[in-house]
């Protein structure tokens, strides 16, 4: 009985995983290019209570701006070492697919990062007023 039961459980496991897997969205990615990148300068915030401070922050986080058509995306790259990705150079074209809270990033030989969106900045000029 013991050991049917334990082919039971382990068979949801295998079944609900390819299931779970299955249904993930797969991203859509576009050439962009990298506009910007420098090291995350926090601003210095007052805040009235304790529980309203902001989040520790990494000492080698950074602020990344990338351009897709006629929108730059300010991302939040977040890393524990003092590493950044070497694809984050101005002019370098990257791989990139836009969500609503992060921009993922294809990275050679590593995969995907991903970069939280700080904010979305239209790019002025004439040939974004064409709808390029």
């Not at 009985?1 to 390819?18: A, S």
């Not at 601003?43 to 989040?55: N, Q, Y």
């Not at 070492?81 to 921009?103: A, M, R, T």
């Amino acid at each position: 009985m013991r050991k049917i039961f334990g082919w039971i459980i382990c068979c949801v496991f295998i079944f609900g995983g390819t299931t779970v897997r299955s249904s993930t969205p797969t991203r859509q990615f576009q050439t962009a290019v990298v506009v910007s990148a420098q090291k995350y300068e926090p601003e210095a915030a007052h805040h009235g209570k304790f529980t309203d401070a902001p989040a520790p922050s990494s000492e080698y986080d950074a602020t990344i701006s990338i351009r897709l058509n006629c929108l730059v995306y300010v991302g939040r790259y977040k890393s524990p070492i003092d590493y950044l990705p070497g694809v984050f150079v101005p002019n370098q074209s990257v791989e990139v697919s836009p969500g609503k809270h992060f921009l993922y990033v294809r990275v050679p030989g590593t995969g995907e990062v991903k970069l939280r969106i700080v904010r979305r900045d239209p790019v002025a000029g004439d040939s974004c007023k064409a709808g390029h």
